[in-house]
């Protein structure tokens, strides 16, 4: 079973799932180029698309490790690890 979870973007096409950074907040990246990323906020009538930055993304993504250094969640933080590396060489 795959965790690999993917977006349909009207103008992007299909956005790949980075990371989950909040209950309701999602960090999703193209899928080919990984060089456009986007915030997701998922409420309960809509869901939100915010362009962000290749530097805020890596941002996020960084907080997200530290967190879960900091809950202990050593497999959690472990399999980010691999996809911030890859994200971000």
């Known amino acids: 079973m795959s965790?690999?979870?993917?977006f349909n973007h009207p103008t992007?096409?299909?956005?790949y799932r980075v990371c989950i950074l909040d209950d309701n907040q999602e960090?999703?990246?193209t899928l080919y180029?990984?060089?456009l990323f986007f915030l997701i906020?998922?409420?309960p009538n809509n869901t939100v698309f915010e362009p962000v930055s290749r530097s805020d993304a890596?941002?996020?993504l960084e907080a997200r490790?530290?967190?879960l250094r900091r809950l202990g969640a050593t497999e959690d933080y472990q399999s980010l690890y691999t996809v911030y590396k890859t994200?971000?060489?």
């Open 12 to 15: 992007f096409g299909l956005l």
């Open 3 to 6: 965790n690999e979870t993917y």
């Open 65 to 67: 490790l530290r967190n």
């Open 87 to 89: 994200t971000f060489p």
């Open 27 to 29: 960090l999703f990246t």
């Open 58 to 60: 890596r941002l996020m």
């Open 33 to 35: 180029a990984q060089r």
């Open 41 to 43: 906020k998922t409420m």
